[in-house]
């Protein structure tokens, strides 16, 4: 299977450089990212492709309004990029899912991956990852107005979960004294919650802030619970994009430009 | 080989949810059998409009899923400011769907009554009611047991319906106890197993009910 896998990529690569190659004769500037990067600087890219995704709102997904792409990703990507090149028109967005990111990051389809993907030690093995971007992880909504601030005010509450995860063992671990009830699916464990039959459901908080803003008689409450951050993918070995990505990223939140976008896409302000 | 320390680490949810099931299914056999009697004695009452709404009723339960049955009295109801916990909306969830059911089989059982009998009762000056519970109802059991047994035994395999609104039956802590430890196939054996416990006895109850009314024929 590894071997099946490795001979496609050759071959994918193989069939990309034919392709751009016998697309212009003139120009060296046109090969693909993966065969110019040991020769060129970032800098003289003429543009860095971004994996991004488009079945996650608010964070990349399709508005029906327009049919573009947009999102939380594609913003930062977007400010990142043209922090690092200099100009807004040199990024190319190329949609990805969880399965394609990586194998399309490796064989140079894409030079950066922005799609809400979470650090784990696995990834870590098949790329380099950027710090930090998003603060992802479990967290609360409940109804606006509700006294619940926090994990600690769970005490006798009845607190939703969905089935599958982990998020219920981890509120019993945290808070003994609340009742979990666990539903099918995230629709019926948010209908259980607009129905009152629980006080605060808990999932992902990015799943969470997509139901806050589609639903705005309800908020996210107590920040995130256990820190599962979000990071930019590059190439493994990739050191110097790793170094841009993660430079640009510090301008951002230092000029406040990180804290814009948050706002734009999230409606509240960064914890 | 099935691997037992999952049913000696998670006993108290095995025990917890086989005891919500055992009492959901026992409350909704109960309630289904009174409702299903009723349905069955309009069903087949002279006044049309009796005869009516107890066919709405039970073509409309009978053609409709379970699941969202649960889920009307679950998650519909509160829109009327009306909010039953999962355990109670389980057990009128069940019971409404299996009473027609019962019904269909209880009508079936008196109509294989004869129908002289009802007019000997009622020329004797019998009500109807009368002649129904004095007459037509106790001839009516012995066909009916067979059938009705089997309702039985799928109310208690229905519960587990339970466990999608959040019951803590069974099926519930099956589910959650699956999702913890990853091994999916054991604890739904042990599930199955529990079930087992309930409907063995209900099974053999009923067989051994078939025989003696046979022999007191």
Same mark, same amino acid.
């Given at each position: 299977?590894?071997?099946?896998?490795?001979?496609?990529?050759?071959?994918?690569?193989?069939?990309?450089?034919?392709?751009?190659?016998?697309?212009?004769?003139?120009?060296?500037?046109?090969?693909?990212?993966?065969?110019?990067?040991?020769?060129?600087?970032?800098?003289?890219?003429?543009?860095?492709?971004?994996?991004?995704?488009?079945?996650?709102?608010?964070?990349?997904?399709?508005?029906?309004?327009?049919?573009?792409?947009?999102?939380?990703?594609?913003?930062?990507?977007?400010?990142?990029?043209?922090?690092?090149?200099?100009?807004?028109?040199?990024?190319?967005?190329?949609?990805?899912?969880?399965?394609? #990111?990586?194998?399309?990051?490796?064989?140079?389809?894409?030079?950066?991956?922005?799609?809400?993907?979470?650090?784990?030690?696995? #990834?870590?093995?098949?790329?380099?990852?950027?710090?930090?971007?998003?603060?992802?992880?479990?967290?609360?909504?409940?109804?606006?107005?509700?006294?619940?601030?926090?994990?600690?005010?769970?005490?006798?509450?009845?607190?939703?979960?969905?089935?599958?995860? #982990?998020?219920?063992?981890?509120?019993?671990?945290?808070?003994?004294?609340?009742?979990?009830?666990?539903?099918?699916?995230?629709?019926?464990?948010?209908?259980?919650?607009?129905?009152?039959?629980?006080?605060?459901?808990?999932?992902?908080?990015?799943?969470?802030?997509?139901?806050?803003?589609?639903?705005?008689?309800?908020?996210?409450?107590?920040?995130?619970?256990?820190?599962?951050?979000?990071?930019?993918?590059? #190439?493994?070995?990739?050191?110097?994009?790793?170094?841009?990505?993660?430079?640009?990223?510090?301008?951002?939140?230092?000029?406040?430009?990180?804290?814009?976008?948050?706002?734009?896409?999230?409606?509240?302000?960064?914890? | 080989?099935?691997?037992?320390?999952?049913?000696?680490?998670?006993?108290?949810?095995?025990?917890?949810?086989?005891?919500?099931?055992?009492?959901?299914?026992?409350?909704?056999?109960?309630?289904?059998?009174?409702?299903?009697?009723?349905?069955?004695?309009?069903?087949?009452?002279?006044?049309?409009?009796?005869?009516?709404?107890?066919?709405?009723?039970?073509?409309?339960?009978?053609?409709?899923?379970?699941?969202?049955?649960?889920?009307?009295?679950?998650?519909?109801?509160?829109?009327?400011?009306?909010?039953?916990?999962?355990?109670?909306?389980?057990?009128?969830?069940?019971?409404?769907?299996?009473?027609?059911?019962?019904?269909?089989?209880?009508?079936?059982?008196?109509?294989?009554?004869?129908?002289?009998?009802?007019?000997?009762?009622?020329?004797?000056?019998?009500?109807?009611?009368?002649?129904?519970?004095?007459?037509?109802?106790?001839?009516?059991?012995?066909?009916?047991?067979?059938?009705?047994?089997?309702?039985?035994?799928?109310?208690?395999?229905?519960?587990?319906?339970?466990?999608?609104?959040?019951?803590?039956?069974?099926?519930?802590?099956?589910?959650?106890?699956?999702?913890?430890?990853?091994?999916?196939?054991?604890?739904?054996?042990?599930?199955?197993?529990?079930?087992?416990?309930?409907?063995?006895?209900?099974?053999?109850?009923?067989?051994?009910?078939?025989?003696?009314?046979?022999?007191?024929?």
């Amino acid at each position: 299977m590894k071997k099946w896998q490795k001979n496609w990529g050759i071959a994918l690569v193989s069939v990309l450089l034919a392709v751009s190659m016998s697309g212009c004769g003139k120009s060296d500037d046109a090969a693909p990212a993966l065969a110019n990067k040991s020769e060129k600087s970032i800098k003289d890219m003429d543009k860095i492709v971004v994996g991004i995704g488009s079945d996650a709102f608010p964070f990349g997904y399709v508005d029906t309004a327009d049919k573009k792409t947009k999102g939380f990703d594609l913003d930062i990507a977007a400010a990142i990029v043209k922090d690092i090149l200099g100009a807004d028109d040199k990024i190319e967005y190329k949609d990805v899912n969880g399965k394609t #990111r990586i194998p399309m990051l490796k064989n140079g389809d894409i030079d950066i991956i922005v799609k809400t993907m979470t650090i784990t030690e696995d #990834r870590k093995k098949e790329v380099d990852f950027s710090d930090p971007y998003f603060s992802a992880g479990q967290s609360l909504l409940v109804p606006k107005g509700s006294a619940i601030k926090g994990i600690d005010d769970l005490k006798g509450k009845k607190v939703i979960a969905v089935k599958g995860t #982990r998020d219920g063992k981890t509120i019993e671990e945290k808070s003994p004294d609340a009742i979990v009830s666990e539903y099918e699916n995230l629709g019926e464990a948010f209908t259980a919650l607009t129905t009152g039959k629980g006080d605060v459901l808990t999932t992902d908080n990015a799943i969470l802030m997509g139901l806050a803003l589609e639903n705005p008689g309800y908020e996210l409450v107590g920040g995130v619970i256990d820190d599962q951050p979000w990071g930019i993918a590059v #190439r493994k070995g990739d050191k110097e994009m790793l170094d841009a990505v993660n430079a640009s990223l510090k301008k951002l939140k230092e000029t406040g430009e990180y804290d814009k976008i948050y706002e734009k896409w999230l409606k509240q302000k960064p914890e | 080989m099935l691997d037992f320390s999952i049913l000696i680490d998670h006993k108290k949810e095995f025990l917890a949810g086989f005891l919500t099931t055992l009492e959901v299914s026992l409350l909704a056999l109960v309630l289904s059998v009174i409702l299903g009697i009723v349905l069955a004695v309009m069903k087949i009452s002279p006044l049309k409009m009796l005869k009516g709404l107890a066919t709405a009723y039970i073509e409309f339960i009978q053609n409709t899923p379970l699941l969202i049955q649960i889920f009307f009295f679950y998650f519909g109801l509160p829109a009327v400011g009306i909010q039953l916990n999962p355990f109670i909306s389980g057990t009128i969830g069940l019971a409404v769907y299996s009473s027609a059911y019962i019904a269909e089989a209880i009508r079936a059982g008196i109509q294989a009554v004869s129908h002289g009998q009802v007019e000997a009762g009622r020329a004797s000056g019998l009500t109807y009611l009368q002649t129904m519970q004095h007459i037509i109802l106790p001839q009516a059991i012995k066909v009916v047991i067979p059938p009705l047994g089997n309702q039985f035994l799928n109310l208690v395999m229905g519960s587990a319906i339970l466990g999608s609104i959040s019951g803590k039956d069974l099926m519930y802590y099956g589910d959650i106890i699956a999702s913890d430890t990853f091994v999916v196939f054991d604890v739904y054996i042990f599930v199955a197993l529990f079930y087992l416990i309930l409907t063995v006895p209900l099974s053999l109850f009923i067989h051994h009910l078939e025989r003696k009314l046979s022999a007191s024929d």
